[in-house]
Each structure stands twice: as structure tokens, then as C-alpha cells.
């Protein structure tokens, strides 16, 4: 999927974090509502004003992010 037309990243919202476009909606927090457990339609219920292709946009970038970065060793990074 292609991510670009979904997601925008502006110094002025919330730091330059990458969101939802025209939201305040972090990229972040989809992924961490995720993590815990969140299916796509529960965030959508809990944010009604995003489309299923704008929650998928978030985690195809989180996905793209972490393809370009350096991976964080998970034995370590609570040390």
C-alpha cells in the first residue's frame, strides 16, 4: 500500500511526529493500539472520523520506517 497520500509529517502537529493527514492522529499510536492488541476495527471505532485505508497507510509506514532504520536490539534496549 502506498502510504504517501495518507500520511504527513508538520513541525507544528505534534512535534513533526508522522499522522494521519489533517489529523492529530500519530502513526505512533495506531501502531502502539496494535501492539496492544487493537484490531483495525476497534481503532475505527474509536476514532470514527479514519478510513480503514488511513490505518493500514499508518502501518505501511511503520513498516517502511523500520525497513530503512537501524534495528534496535530488543535484549538490550531496557538495559
Known amino acids: 500500500m502506498d502510504w504517501r497520500p495518507h500520511i504527513s509529517q508538520d513541525p507544528a502537529v505534534l512535534r513533526g511526529k508522522p499522522c494521519i493527514k489533517g489529523t492529530r492522529i500519530s502513526v505512533e499510536l495506531i501502531v502502539e493500539d496494535m ?23 499508518a502501518l505501511a509506514y511503520a513498516a517502511a520506517s523500520l525497513s530503512s532504520e537501524l534495528m534496535i536490539n530488543a535484549e538490550t534496549a531496557n538495559s
Open 35 to 57: 501492539a496492544d492488541g487493537a484490531t483495525i476495527d476497534v481503532i475505527l471505532s474509536s476514532y470514527p472520523f479514519l478510513a480503514r485505508d488511513q490505518v493500514r497507510a
